[in-house]
C-alpha cells in the first residue's frame, strides 16, 4: 500500500478520536523510515528519480530498516512498552501496527515482501501489488467511504453535545412573556 494511504488508514482507524495527526504519522513511519530516508538522501545529492528502484541497487541498510519497521514483532514490542508507559501515545502508535497488517497481503514477492515476523523467520507472503490501478481506485473509495462515514459520526456527536449543553424549554412562563396581573387576566376567563 502507498505511503499515504497508510498514514490515512492509521489516522482514521488508530487516532479518530483525538490524536489523527499522530496516528497518520506512525502509520507512515515504516516506509519513512526506510524508503523515506533513502529518497531524501538521494534528493539531497541530486539523484533523485521517480518509479521503482532495482532491488538490486538499493543499499543494505534500507533493507535492514524496511526489516525492523516491518516487523510485527518488534514493533509489537514496542507498542507493549508504550501501553505500559503512555496509552495515549500507545493507541496512535497502533497505526504502526495496522502499516504492517496492510502490507502483508498488498505486497508481492517480487518487490519487497513484507517480513512481518523478522527476525524470527524471512516467511512472506506473496500477497497482491498494490501500484495496481483496480486496487488503488478501491483502496481509496473505501478511505473515503470511512472518512465520510467518520465524519458523519462527529458531526453527530457534536451536535448531541450541543443538544445537551443547550438550555431546556421551561414549563411555565418564560421572561420574555409577560405576565398579566389583575382584572385584565381574571376578564379573560369570564
Known sequence: MDTLAHGLWGGMIAGWKKRFGLAFLFGMAP???SFGLWLAIRWMHGQFQRGRPDVHFLPDWLHT??????????????????????????????????HILCDIPTHSRSFF???????????????????????????????????????????????????????????????????????ASSSRST
Open 31 to 33: 516506509d519513512l523510515l
Open 65 to 98: 530498516a524496511y526489516n525492523f519497521t516491518h516487523s510485527l514483532f518488534i514493533i509489537g514490542a514496542l507498542w507493549a512498552l508504550l501501553w505500559w508507559w503512555n496509552r495515549e501515545i500507545a493507541v496512535p502508535f497502533s497505526a504502526w501496527i495496522i
Open 113 to 183: 515482501p513484507t517480513p512481518f515476523l523478522f527476525p524470527l523467520s524471512d516467511y512472506t507472503v506473496d500477497g497482491i501489488s498494490w501500484g495496481q490501478t483496480w486496487f488503488m481506485i478501491l483502496n481509496y473509495s473505501c478511505l473515503l467511504a470511512l472518512s465520510l462515514a467518520w465524519a458523519y459520526s462527529r458531526h453527530r456527536r457534536r451536535r448531541k453535545v450541543r443538544l445537551k449543553v443547550s438550555p431546556q424549554p421551561q414549563s411555565g412562563p418564560s421572561a420574555e412573556q409577560p405576565v398579566e396581573i389583575g382584572p
